[in-house]
């Protein structure tokens, strides 16, 4: 089965059996909205012209969600940095949207239930381990000391930005994720999304503290 770097992200940012989030939010959802503008990059679909993202190729790759961003890219008049497009990709509804997605092709369970009997909560366990299972026996290999291709670097980088892999690979060696996170195999173009990826994180997350923090003062008031 064909699976975005966005949804092999995904499949390792969810516990296999209770289905939870394994990190935050504004973790998760910028490494979704990179992961998308990554898969873009090593299909040459866009590159970077000195900071910016450039359109190289519209021919769609038969994936919605990669043609939609693609889609948008092509439309913007202007050339934006890699930032920029995280920003605007990364979102909640991406997340759901994908999880969706893997849930109709049968490979999580969509499971609803409340919390205390009255908050809505929804968990996505596995349905079909064998897709994580190909993914983790890929990385895993690299992470052994295999040649990474194009893609599975960029999966361990974004995951690596994401702080995933403390979770997803607790006893792999923390020098060659850095290795790999830092290195050319997926060209400097999925450098920069990293690197982007961080600064919307830290945007998140300062707008997550922000909100928290106003909240516990309209509490306290």
Not at 45 to 50: D, E, F, H, I, Y
Not at 142 to 156: Q, S
Not at 158 to 185: C, N, Q, T, Y
């Amino acid at each position: 089965m064909s699976v975005t770097i966005a949804e092999e992200l995904l499949l390792l940012a969810y516990s296999e059996k209770e289905g939870k989030q394994l990190i935050s939010a504004s973790q998760l959802d910028p490494a979704l909205g990179g992961a998308i503008l990554a898969e873009l990059a090593i299909n040459e679909r866009v590159a970077l012209t000195g900071k910016k993202v450039s359109l190289e190729d519209a021919t769609p790759l038969g994936d919605d969600e990669l043609d939609a961003a693609l889609a948008r890219i092509a439309e913007e008049r202007k050339e934006r940095k890699p930032d920029w497009w995280v920003q605007r990709f990364h979102s909640t509804k991406l997340r759901r949207r994908l999880l969706v997605r893997l849930a109709e092709t049968g490979v999580l369970a969509e499971e609803r239930g409340k919390v205390l009997g009255i908050f809505p909560t929804t968990r996505w366990p596995e349905a079909d381990g064998s897709v994580e299972a190909e993914v983790r026996q890929r990385v895993s290999g690299v992470l052994a000391g295999a040649e990474p291709d194009g893609r599975t670097a960029v999966l361990i980088a974004v995951m690596h930005a994401a702080k995933l892999d403390r979770k997803a690979f607790p006893g792999a060696d923390k020098a060659r994720i850095k290795e790999i996170s830092e290195g050319d195999w997926a060209g400097d173009a999925v450098a920069k999304t990293i690197a982007a990826i961080n600064s919307v994180m830290v945007i998140a997350a300062t707008t997550a503290a922000i909100g928290a923090s106003t909240g516990a003062t309209t509490a306290g008031s």
